[in-house]
């Protein structure tokens, strides 16, 4: 939830469903049960939004060294958890740039995987 200046803004699912306009009703449904919840006093949303994001399509993030440059370093693709996985991706780019091994196999996650 995030204060705007004319309410609040409740968010939170994700839905994989094509290139259509069309919500998922239920799923508006459950934010707004989820949010009186939290807050009763909230009232009931007077509007829906909807956008496109990319996303890639095994769900995994792209990290590794490009193949056309080795000083390109490749950390995208969180997939909504750019915040989240922020602290290990900067560790593993970090490394890459001063040639230590990262905490990881990489191989998972290799740009050239696709």
Same mark, same amino acid.
């Given at each position: 939830?995030?204060?705007?200046?004319?309410?609040?803004?409740?968010?939170?699912?994700?839905?994989?469903?094509?290139?259509?306009?069309?919500?998922?009703?239920?799923?508006?449904?459950?934010?707004?049960?989820?949010?009186?919840?939290?807050?009763?006093?909230?009232?009931?949303?007077?509007?829906?939004?909807?956008?496109?994001?990319?996303?890639?399509?095994?769900?995994?993030?792209?990290?590794?060294?490009? &193949?056309?440059?080795?000083?390109?370093?490749?950390?995208?693709?969180?997939?909504?958890?750019?915040?989240?996985?922020?602290?290990? &991706?900067?560790?593993?780019?970090?490394?890459?740039?001063?040639?230590?091994?990262?905490?990881?196999?990489?191989?998972?996650?290799?740009?050239?995987?696709?």
């Amino acid at each position: 939830m995030t204060p705007m200046d004319d309410g609040v803004r409740v968010a939170g699912t994700v839905e994989l469903g094509g290139f259509s306009d069309e919500r998922n009703r239920s799923l508006i449904d459950l934010l707004t049960f989820s949010s009186k919840r939290a807050l009763p006093s909230l009232q009931q949303p007077d509007s829906a939004w909807l956008r496109f994001r990319p996303t890639l399509p095994d769900g995994v993030p792209v990290l590794g060294r490009s &193949s056309a440059s080795e000083r390109v370093i490749y950390a995208f693709g969180h997939q909504h958890l750019g915040l989240t996985l922020a602290g290990v &991706s900067g560790r593993i780019v970090s490394d890459l740039i001063a040639r230590r091994a990262p905490p990881l196999d990489l191989s998972r996650y290799a740009p050239t995987r696709f």
